[in-house]
């Protein structure tokens, strides 16, 4: 079975600070692992995937993340916030065979002026 | 190229009714999947046709069903509404790579009373 659990809800940053939104997966097989994003009333961006190839992977926007397979993690970074980064983002998982994506519950960030 | 497109953006519906919701995919794009979105969540896998046959089903009951047609132009059907159903509804479709990340519509929101 394959999972994933993102560990804040909510997460609330001053414009021009890091963003720190933290993921961890459970997969029996190597996982596919991806950041959406979710605009209120808008449908899912694809930020950034990671398919085994390097382990630190740039996505759109200045967003990053990290796989670390000792941690089981991939958390999402961005040096520096912007107000239109403001948005709920979702940890997602997906193993070769399977024809699903898995997502978190989601995180919501918010970008204070 | 034109991406995933859905109709209609809103609907309501009563319990009870039957409702078809529909989904265009991203031009080259063989797989269309749908998700349900409840507020506050994450999507959670419905179904996934292929080459318009059911290619992996999520935990949801028979009365979910779905069709895909040969220009890969998709259909959502669920039959007996039931006030849980009111939620967010999510087309996606994959490229004929076979990578695994997909690619969202703006999705369908649906409301039943």
């Known amino acids: 079975a394959q999972s994933v659990t993102q560990l804040d809800s909510h997460v609330s940053v001053s414009e021009g600070t890091p963003v720190l939104l933290r993921c961890n997966y459970s997969s029996s097989y190597s996982p596919s692992l991806f950041w959406y994003v979710q605009h209120p009333n808008k449908g899912l961006q694809l930020l950034l995937k990671y398919t085994s190839a390097a382990t630190l992977v740039k996505g759109i926007n200045g967003f990053e993340a990290e796989f670390k397979k000792s941690e089981t993690s991939f958390h999402l970074t961005k040096p520096s916030a912007h107000m239109s980064d403001a948005a709920e983002y979702f940890c997602?998982?997906?193993?070769?065979?399977?024809?699903?994506?898995?997502f978190g519950s989601g995180t919501r960030l918010q970008v204070q002026p | 190229e034109t991406g995933v497109t859905q109709s209609p953006t809103h609907l309501i519906k009563t319990r009870g009714q039957q409702v078809t919701l529909r989904c265009s995919s991203q031009?080259?794009?063989?797989?269309v999947s749908w998700y349900q979105q409840a507020l506050g969540q994450g999507p959670q896998f419905i179904f996934q046709?292929?080459?318009?046959?059911?290619?992996g089903r999520g935990n949801f009951p028979p009365r979910f069903s779905g069709l895909q047609f040969p220009n890969y132009s998709s259909e959502l059907n669920v039959n007996a509404l039931e006030l849980d159903d009111s939620a967010l509804y999510l087309c996606?479709?994959?490229?004929?790579?076979?990578?695994?990340?997909?690619?969202f519509g703006p999705g369908t929101r649906l409301t039943v009373t």
């Open positions: 996606a479709s994959n490229p004929k790579t076979g990578d695994y990340e997909q690619y």
């Open positions: 046709y292929y080459r318009e046959e059911e290619n």
């Open positions: 031009s080259g794009h063989n797989t």
């Open positions: 997602v998982v997906s193993v070769a065979g399977r024809r699903a994506l898995t």
